[in-house]
């Protein structure tokens, strides 16, 4: 968590929620962050005995079970646009961690009991990434990890960092993690630009300057990416031309859409790879896709959930969650038959799956959420702004 002074890896007992232990650092540096965002937006990661935490104002912590320090490592500082919001994974004994951004963008292995880096290797710049990969095994041994990026979807050697393959057909920033579907089929959102936007010279010197980024308190999005771009593209002398601004966005013109991409089976060394279907109606931002039972799932701003068909990309059913029509940034979950889809004002929406899914109930908890909620042996756990809720029948003697 992120406390405003400190980060925090904090420890619930699962049946009663109580604190059992709570490890904090003082980050050395406050990086920028969109309001939804914070110090703590990533999510920790657990080998089951110890844990593994990112914050983007710092760099890596691991604990033990019982909340002693193991190792930190610290990394950055990140030039992400909206702050950082990877999560790190496990491969084996290595805590694989991605480091997109305007610059400097890397994919880096470190050492599950040290922290100590033991490979990295360099991404495409000027990506604006906040996806978490997916780990995929392989038929022969070891594993690869896929990278979902701004501009292709990436396979690493989880031992050596070494790049395995890459398919060119991803264009726009991106939240949303990759969906393995049975070894042989990634599902992607991809949120690319139909039109580069107007060449933002306001006062008509041929360039955009410190004269043409706007200051008013409201169009702080615009001049945040003004200013990256100016810093971070081209010369890097604070000022954009019209080619730096056309070269900066050719890598994010496209559709919007879901796509499913081929990328074979583990056994094949060479598979041929490519998209096998794409859909382009109300697709998500942020939200994460849901594979469930041979149907695709995702939620859009607004409340929207499509339905489609794996195999081939046709949609099934699309309709609002009447009663929460509201901003989605967590990611949809399901279990034993239900879907469940939790609104940034705290609602959460409970779904009979299938192709032609039906609302079963609708949850208010009346406070702002952003975070995907976790499953775990008939438990569900919602972290809103305020608290952690978990929800499920009671445990025997509690």
Partial sequence: SDTGDKLHVISLDRITGKTVW???????????????????????????????????DYGLISCDGRGNERWRTPLGP????????????????TVILVMDGFSGSLIAGFDRDSG????????PAFALNYSTPV?????????????LGAVDLSSYDTSSGERRWSVADQ??????????????????????????PPFPDKDGDGVVGATDIPTEAKEWQ????????????????GRISPAEWKAFWSGYQGKPSVAATNIGTPAERSPARGTRWSYTKGIARVATPLA??????????????????????????????????????????????????TS?????????AGGDWTVLATNDLDDPCYATPALSDGKIFVRTALSLYCFGTSDEGH
Wanted: glycine residues 12%.
């Fill in 344 to 352: 940034d004002t705290g609602k959460i929406v409970v779904v009979r």
């Fill in 22 to 56: 709570d490890r904090s650092l003082v980050p050395p540096r406050r990086e920028y962050k969109n309001p939804s965002n914070d110090g703590a937006s990533p999510s920790a990661v657990t080998d089951g005995t110890n844990v593994y935490a990112f914050f983007g």
């Fill in 116 to 123: 100590r880096k033991k490979w990295e290797a360099e991404r």
């Fill in 222 to 237: 615009t001049a945040r990416t003004l200013n990256m771009v100016a810093k971070e593209l081209g010369n890097r002398d």
């Fill in 292 to 341: 469930y039972g041979g149907v695709e799932y995702y939620v859009n701003m607004g409340g929207i959930v499509t339905a489609l068909d794996l195999e081939t990309g046709g949609a099934t059913k699309t309709g609002r969650l009447a009663g929460a029509l509201d901003g989605y940034y967590a990611s949809p979950v399901a279990a034993e038959g239900r879907l469940y889809f």
């Fill in 171 to 196: 264009r726009g920033s991106v939240v949303a993690s990759p969906v393995l579907v049975d070894d042989r089929t990634v599902v992607s959102m991809e949120t690319a630009m139909e039109e580069t």
């Fill in 135 to 147: 780990l995929r095994p392989l038929a022969e041994g070891g594993s690869e990890v896929l990278v």
């Fill in 78 to 93: 990140f030039s992400s646009l909206w702050g950082m919001g990877t999560s790190p994974i496990l491969a084996g004994d």
